[in-house]
Nanobody
Framework: QVQLVESGGELVQPGGSLRLSCAVS????????MSWYRQAPGKERELVAA????????KYADSVKGRFTISRDNAKNTVYLQMNRLKPEDTAVYYC?????????????WGQGTQVTVSS
């Protein structure tokens, strides 16, 4: 049974930083690329960042490039998202999933997400 458990979101002031975590179980984590997505109120879910199975390659949405860093620890079955210089427009629920060229592999198994709110 696939489980994706996101954590680390909270209320933060503009310019602040957060580190999100996503603990994974139910599939062989080290074999999959992983991605972070986010969904703001009234908007569709969007891809924020992706990392290859071995961690050697990363890509980012233009809106977060230079501010966010995706990483993973295959020994801990966990993917991370370090978010710096946060902006109000980063406010959203953040989710992780296994990635297949920009498409979530386990689209039927989204976790509960973690709420990030950027506000003064």
């Amino acid at each position: 049974q696939v489980q994706l458990v996101e954590s680390g979101g909270e209320l933060v002031q503009p310019g602040g930083s957060l580190r999100l975590s996503c603990a994974v179980s139910g599939f062989t984590f080290s074999r999959y690329a992983m991605s972070w997505y986010r969904q703001a109120p009234g908007k569709e879910r969007e891809l924020v960042a992706a990392i290859t199975s071995g961690g050697g390659s990363r890509k980012y949405a233009d809106s977060v490039k230079g501010r966010f860093t995706i990483s993973r620890d295959n020994a801990k079955n966990t993917v991370y998202l370090q978010m710096n210089r946060l902006k109000p427009e980063d406010t959203a629920v953040y989710y992780c999933n296994a990635d297949n060229r920009g498409t979530p592999v386990y689209a039927e198994n989204w976790g509960q997400g973690t709420q990030v709110t950027v506000s003064s």
